[in-house]
């Protein structure tokens, strides 16, 4: 099966080019993936998938089969083997990044290949997994490349943290009070609409963000605000929810979360509907009110944020996604080679729909903050 | 088809359930009927170290009466269900979408909070608890909480309750006016899964609809509430243009998947067919 | 069902034959008190397990079995290079042309895989469970190769090749033309004068025989002496096939098919595990067991159908056929296992069904794919060529403007031409379809549903009505040995039965044809106990064992009581002639004037003198006193090779409701008039009618193998592969005309695959009479749901079933997408 994932991301073409052929960063994107080894264009690793009672672990390599420097098309090969004899998975992911004024588009396309049981299916759930795994991918893919190759400044990333600090903490009572908040159901049904929208063109997004009334790209704001702070993994999972609280009752706190993080608005609104949420992050909270409907008519800007750039591409990432490298990896930028997770993570299908949802639904936030609203319950709950 | 090795537990007690569950390892499986654990076991796509089967655990079967709720245990049967004067006569929903359930055999194993619990999109029973405003009790290490129904169902096959946790028992209010229910279930052959299915529970008052919560199975990663059309149906003429005209938003805001049974377009016109079709049985059109 | 408990109201019929016995082996097999293969334990027995292949096409370039072989329990671990040599390849026993390609079936992958599910190395073990364990820790590599699944595309030029050593993915070209074999005239000038020519395409889907009890093998050796159990239609079959490509002598090598339970000739065949199990019992010198799983058994074992058919019919305005023209596309799968190629070429001569056609001819091209091959499938060639020109018919029909019985009648053959022989070279042999339908009307209430029809259409229902006619005949008994050998068949199609008199005068029946569930024991002793005057209880049917039934062909085709019940009475006739010898003698009197009725010889005009020939029996075992010159036994063996086919023949009708709502089909009444010649066990004939039903129906409604765009199978389980239970089906109301069979002594035609030829069209063509109003004209099997309503409101057949979102027809493209669109993202499927 073909899956199609496009975002924006902004920084220049060569920059995020650079990024993609570092496999180190580029190969963790894969939710639930582990790099086992590195050697040139080739690595080993693992992924694991996990769905309700389904447990797959997929362990095999991945190399770079074609780095068109003109182009900018990187093609990568993955292949793995269930470790239970259940079949393989095989990716052909070719990814194309286009500079797009001061940004980069990226188009990934994943040639996405499962045999064996898991195929042996005529339900379309290991098809949906798979289509929410590759979106997660994306979604990190593009937080990755968004952060560009000199993640390190220091001062940015201080500044953005305390951003990140100040935002979890003031969207974690927020969520709490989400919790409560009647209107879930609404809000639910709201993301449900924005999602459908978000599935297609702009314009769309457009109208269907207006129609819920939750109106949003929340998340994104923190996330940009949070760059890509250790909070960032948290925080966006508060920010949801506390939109969505907003939406329908007040707003204020999530006004509150944002002043900080966020820079100033306008700028941005990429022109894919998907991105929208970058466009976010630039008028989080401030504009619960009709944000996305803007955003995507503006071609994409690199944002006047403070501390140079927020982490942009961001939108996409979502909460869980970050997992504890991930979470780390803000706070020890730059140059530092991503700590290999020893033992991968499994895709939680709560982490893979949180992710997914969030990348492909971006752009009405509110859609977002309905799942995230969910996970967060979810994960307070676990970790009780 | 053999499953993997496991270790198997079963406990007499909740509260041996959940020492169980955490003493299991890192994939514990907990076991209520066993019609959608089995099968995933024996195929291996499915390999959990520990499976703690509730059967032996004292209390959570049966149905009684909690006052203004009917309290159903999580390991009664679907075939306990089917034939409970309690469920019949304060949520005849429940029975009328259980007869539904797979086959004779599987509803004689099968439970229902491990249908809950499994959280299938295409099950029958999610959408109805949801339709029932139903809520389910959990009990884990720390104690015990309740989950609406509207925040019970997080994803394909994934619920809120957590890891080292346990589904007790469901309590479904009784329903106090003039009410009605439906369940329109679509699916292929008798035992098969449902394509798309709704649950529509219907309070009428002096010839309208005073109130209505439609349940929609199969039409997304979790069941759904139909809620563009509860709005259109609250303080509608029950009559079938009005009814008629409500359904057909019932697939607003929904996105069904695609695959061998239907594509989504299909599932969707689905869904407003057997919206109107449920909502006037319901309503006693 | 009505039609049995009218006949249990009748007075039972002092003959047995005609009697509506209950079974007498349905209590063991239903409560599974009996043997299985799978039940057999044997001293020291090992357990295999195969690993399969799951991509399907790609060279195997590495295979680790070394975790494996140290893993608990396992004894060995097996891959395709180790029996490389000594394998051969599996039998196809149907070279259908001259210069038909094989590309030969080894029974374990080499070194390249061309289906999944296809076994790549076997584990064996000291239990099942470690057999299936270990199968986790191999390992094996494979280079993709492309995969061939579309036959319209595989034929095309510069196709990818399923097997890259042949030419082209064409496996044969088979041709009848009644032109060039002078049984009719020549097609194209009859198709160039026609006032009226219909061309359609019909895809007739890939089913899977989907039998109860999955295979199963479980092989012994003793010295140099080997006996397999195997749950099979066919143990002789088998044996004879199982020595040819071991090399293990004919007569060291025994096959047992105990209790079989079910078939539908998804165990006509020479499975690869058979082969595998006898290698490996040999290699081991201990006795083995394989036992497949759902899974596998839907994946692996042979599926049927699979055939694109183009269909032109010819005709004058007036609604005279003037000729047919066949041209089929038939799916072998990636190999040819028994009689894979011959399939379709079965069917080459009923197309023309029970029509007057002048010309008609036939073509069809066997096409290799990477999917598990077909083979034969209840019905096996015929269903497909009866859906063909019952739904050509109808088409013919409203392009006419003709109501679709009457064109059938005038053109059917009517009931004074019998013995007729058609443009195919057939001769039908007997039959009066016009009774037959007209008492096909009657049960189902037709004048009556045509009005509410109407009723329906005039207020718009949304729920329509439509009635389906599907007048139909089959050519059943296979086979004659002769027909066969001109048709390249690698068989005969006698078959042999024996008659063994106890000293007690109970009689044991031997017969060559290994039922698997038909009934064989109740319908030959009720054979036997009429033609010796025995009592039913007294006589015990021996089958499935190749060293108690020596002789035999086994069971498909309908073949066994048409052959296999001839080949007994024509024991029984032999027996009974010995028993005169001696009755005559015991009884002091000529043969000549002796009269045998009853089971009792009797001396003409001397009443009370006469001897039973249970008392013969004992007498002749003690041998004291019989005449010189004989041998003292009144045992008998006979074989019987038919003349001719035997050509059941019935009128089905269905009457079909349409939900233009939801697409969902739903039958209101199905009523069929069936004439299958002598009905030895009525209570029989109504089971295989029903069954046969169920399974026709189940191809028209619900049953379809699915492969991705990846060559997996997606129908893997059943919650997939959709077999309708009885919930699913409406009541039958059936009834029978009899023409008797002039070709064998029983006067039977064979009844084991009318219901499932003959209801698939009619179903369908119920459906789209309800909607043709509507602007439908073809609906493609399955008739989903979802393909009669994209049919009604998108126009078209409803397209393919493959989902954008299942791995088949792939394509899903995430909601983040913008501005990139491909083909392949959009949804899949030709509508």
């Known amino acids: 099966m073909q899956l199609e994932n496009s975002f924006t991301v902004p920084v220049p073409v060569d920059e995020a080019w650079r990024v993609l052929l570092d496999i180190e960063r580029i190969a963790p994107c894969m939710p639930g993936a582990a790099v086992d080894s590195v050697t040139g264009d080739d690595f080993t690793g693992r992924v694991k998938v996990k769905l309700g009672p389904i447990n797959l672990t997929y362990q095999g390599k991945a190399s770079f089969v074609e780095k068109d420097e003109v182009a900018h098309r990187a093609v990568i090969d993955a292949k793995g083997k269930d470790q239970r004899g259940n079949g393989t998975a095989a990716a052909t992911v070719t990814a194309t990044l286009k500079a797009e004024g001061s940004g980069t588009r990226v188009d990934v396309l994943t040639d996405l290949n499962i045999t064996g049981r898991p195929a042996q299916f005529g339900r379309g759930v290991m098809t949906d997994v798979g289509n929410k795994l590759l979106g997660q991918f994306a979604d990190k893919l593009a937080a990755q490349l968004g952060e560009g190759d000199a993640q390190g400044d220091a001062e940015r990333e201080s500044a953005a943290q305390k951003v990140v600090a100040t935002a979890a903490g003031a969207v974690e009572e927020i969520a709490a009070s989400a919790e409560q908040a009647a209107g879930n159901g609404a809000v639910k049904k709201a993301a449900a609409a924005t999602k459908k929208a978000a599935a297609s063109t702009t314009e769309k997004v457009t109208s269907a963000s207006a129609d819920s009334e939750a109106g949003t790209a929340k998340a994104a704001p923190a996330k940009g605000a949070a760059a890509k702070g250790a909070a960032a993994k948290a925080a966006p999972a508060k920010a949801a929810p506390a939109k969505a609280a907003s939406a329908r009752k007040a707003t204020a706190p999530a006004v509150t979360v944002v002043p900080d993080g966020a820079p100033t608005p306008a700028d941005t609104a990429p022109a894919a509907g998907d991105t929208a949420p970058a466009a976010a992050e630039t008028a989080p909270a401030a504009r619960d009110t009709a944000p996305g409907a803007k955003a995507p008519s503006t071609p994409p800007k690199g944002p006047t944020a403070p501390p140079a750039r927020p982490a942009t591409g961001a939108p996409l990432r979502s909460v869980p996604s970050g997992g504890p490298a991930r979470s780390t990896a803000p706070a020890a930028p730059a140059a530092t080679v991503r700590p290999k997770q020893a033992e991968p993570e499994p895709i939680d299908l709560l982490e893979v729909a949180g992710g997914a949802a969030l990348s492909r639904y971006a752009a009405p936030a509110a859609g977002v903050a309905a799942v995230v609203l969910l996970v967060t319950l979810v994960v307070r709950r676990r970790r009780r | 088809m053999i499953p993997a090795p496991f270790a198997y537990a079963r406990p007499t007690t909740v509260d041996e359930a959940l020492q169980a569950l955490a003493a299991g390892g890192e994939d514990v499986k907990v076991m209520a009927g066993g019609q959608s654990l089995i099968p995933v076991m024996r195929l291996r796509l499915a390999a959990p170290e520990t499976v703690v089967d509730l059967s032996k655990v004292e209390g959570l079967r049966g149905v009684r009466d909690d006052g203004d709720a009917i309290v159903i245990g999580a390991m009664t049967t679907h075939s306990d269900v089917l034939s409970d004067p309690l469920i019949a006569e304060h949520a005849p929903l429940i029975a009328e979408a259980t007869g539904t359930v797979a086959d004779r055999q599987v509803r004689h194993r099968g439970t229902f909070g491990g249908a809950l619990v499994h959280a299938d999109p295409a099950g029958d029973l999610p959408a109805v608890a949801l339709a029932l405003d139903a809520e389910f009790v959990v009990v884990g290490p720390s104690g015990q909480r309740t989950v609406p129904a509207s925040e019970f169902f997080v994803d394909y096959l994934t619920t809120a309750v957590g890891e080292g946790e346990l589904l007790v028992e469901v309590r479904v209010p009784k329903l106090a006016g003039e009410w009605g229910m439906r369940y329109e279930k679509f699916n292929r052959v008798a035992q098969a899964w449902s394509i798309v299915a709704v649950a529509a529970v219907v309070r009428r008052e002096n010839g309208r609809i005073a109130e209505a919560r439609i349940g929609l199975t199969n039409m997304g990663p979790t069941p759904l509430r139909a809620r563009a059309v509860e709005e259109a149906l609250a303080g509608a003429e029950a009559t079938p243009d009005a009814v008629g005209a409500a359904a057909a938003r019932a697939a607003e805001g929904t996105e069904p998947s695609s695959d061998l049974n239907a594509q989504a377009d299909y599932r969707q016109h689905l869904a407003t067919v057997l919206t109107r079709r449920a909502v006037s049985a319901a309503a006693g059109l | 069902m009505t039609a049995v408990e009218d006949r249990t109201g009748t007075p039972a019929p002092e003959k047995e034959i005609g009697k509506a016995r209950r079974r007498k082996e349905d209590a063991r097999l239903i409560t599974g008190r009996t043997t299985w293969t799978d039940n057999t334990v044997l001293p020291g027995m090992l357990h295999l397990a195969v690993v399969r292949s799951p991509v399907a096409h790609a060279r195997i370039t590495n295979v680790d079995v070394s975790a494996a072989r140290e893993a608990p329990g396992v004894v060995a671990v097996y891959t395709g290079q180790d029996f490389a040599e000594e394998q051969g390849s599996l039998p196809c026993a149907w070279p259908v042309t001259p210069d038909m390609v094989n590309p030969g079936h080894p029974s374990i992958a080499v070194d390249q895989v061309n289906h999944v599910g296809e076994a790549v190395a076997i584990i064996v073990a000291r239990s099942k469970t470690a057999a299936q364990d270990a199968v986790e820790l191999t390992d094996i590599d494979y280079e993709l190769l492309p995969v061939v699944l579309d036959m319209e595309q595989a034929v095309q030029d510069g196709a990818d090749l399923v097997h890259d050593q042949l030419e082209s993915n064409t496996s044969y070209h088979f041709v009848f033309d009644a032109g060039e074999m002078g049984t009719g005239g020549d097609t194209e000038q009859a198709f160039s004068g026609a006032d009226v020519v219909v061309s359609r395409r019909f895809v007739q889907q890939r089913l899977i025989p989907a039998f109860m009890e999955p295979r199963s093998v479980v092989v012994q050796p003793q010295g140099d002496n080997y006996t397999m159990w195997s749950s099979t239609q066919v143990p002789h079959i088998l044996r004879v096939m199982a020595a040819m490509v071991t090399g293990i002598p004919e007569h060291k090598l025994r096959v047992i098919a105990p209790d079989v339970g079910g078939g539908f000739g998804g165990k006509l065949q020479v499975n690869p595990e058979e082969i595998l199990c006898l290698l490996i019992a040999r290699r081991l010198g201990k006795p083995v067991k394989w036992t497949e799983t759902r899974s596998e058994s839907l994946m692996t074992a042979h599926h049927g159908r699979d055939q694109v058919q183009f269909v032109d019919i010819a005709a004058d305005r007036e609604g005279h056929v003037k000729g047919l023209r066949v041209r089929l596309l038939a799916d072998m799968g990636a190999y040819l296992r028994l009689i894979t190629p011959g399939v379709p070429a079965l069917g080459a001569f009923m197309y023309p069904g029970i029509y007057k056609f002048p010309a008609y001819r036939f073509e069809c091209d066997g096409v290799f794919t990477n999917k598990v091959p077909t083979d034969a499938y209840r019905g096996a060639g015929r269903p497909e060529a009866t859906f063909a020109i019952e739904r050509i018919m109808d088409e013919l029909a409203v392009e006419l403007g003709m109501d679709p019985m009457e064109l059938r009648r005038k053109n059917w053959i009517d009931a004074a031409e019998f013995p007729f022989t058609t443009v195919a070279g057939l001769a039908y042999d007997s039959g009066d379809y016009e009774t037959a339908t007209q008492q096909a009307l009657e049960l189902l209430g037709y004048d009556e549903l045509r009005a509410e029809q109407q009723q329906r259409r005039e207020s718009n229902d949304p729920v329509q009505l439509g009635i389906g006619i599907s007048t139909f005949t089959e050519m059943c008994g296979l086979a004659p040995s002769r027909v066969l050998g001109s048709l390249s068949f690698g068989a005969g199609g006698w078959e042999s039965a024996s008659i063994r008199m106890l000293p007690t005068g109970k009689v044991e029946v031997v017969t060559g044809s290994t039922p698997h569930g038909q009934g064989h024991e109740t319908a030959w002793s009720q054979l036997v106990a009429d033609s010796l005057g025995v009592p039913f209880e007294d006589v015990e049917v021996l089958h499935g064992d190749t060293a108690i039934s020596p002789r035999g062909l086994d069971t498909y085709g309908s073949r066994s009581l048409v052959v296999g019940g001839s080949a007994v009475v024509k024991a029984a006739d032999k027996v009974i002639a010995k028993a005169r010898k001696i009755a005559a003698h015991l009884l002091e009197a000529s043969e000549d004037d002796l009269d045998f009725s009853g089971g009792t010889f009797s001396v003409r005009g001397t009443p009370g003198a006469g001897i039973s020939i249970q008392e013969i029996a004992l007498a002749i075992f003690a041998a004291h006193d019989y005449p010189e010159g004989i041998e003292p036994s009144i045992d008998a063996e006979a074989t019987f090779d038919p003349e001719n086919f035997s050509f059941p023949h019935g009128t089905h009708l269905c009457a079909m409701e349409v939900d233009t709502d939801t697409g969902f089909v739903k039958i209101r009444k199905y009523a069929c008039v069936d004439d299958i010649g002598t009905i030895v066990n009525p209570l029989i004939v109504e089971g295989q009618i029903h ?141």
């Open chain 3, 691 to 831: 069954g046969g039903l169920a399974q026709g129906i189940a191809q028209a409604l619900y049953e379809e193998a699915i492969y991705d765009a990846d060559g997996n199978l997606t129908t893997g389980t059943f919650v997939d592969y959709l077999v309708p239970s009885a919930a699913d089906l409406p009541h039958f109301d059936t009834g029978n005309t009899v023409h008797t069979a002039p070709g064998n002594p029983i006067g039977a035609k064979g009844v084991g695959e009318a219901g499932c030829i003959a209801s698939t069209p009619a179903v369908v063509n119920a459906a789209l009479d309800a909607v043709r109003h509507l602007g439908v004209s073809d609906i493609r099997m399955p008739l989903t749901p979802e393909r009669v309503w994209r049919a009604i409101h998108q126009g078209g057949d409803g397209g393919d079933r493959a989902a954008a979102g299942s791995n088949a027809y792939g394509g899903a493209q995430t909601e983040t997408t913008a501005g990139v669109s491909t083909d392949a993202s959009s949804l899949g499927g030709d509508r």
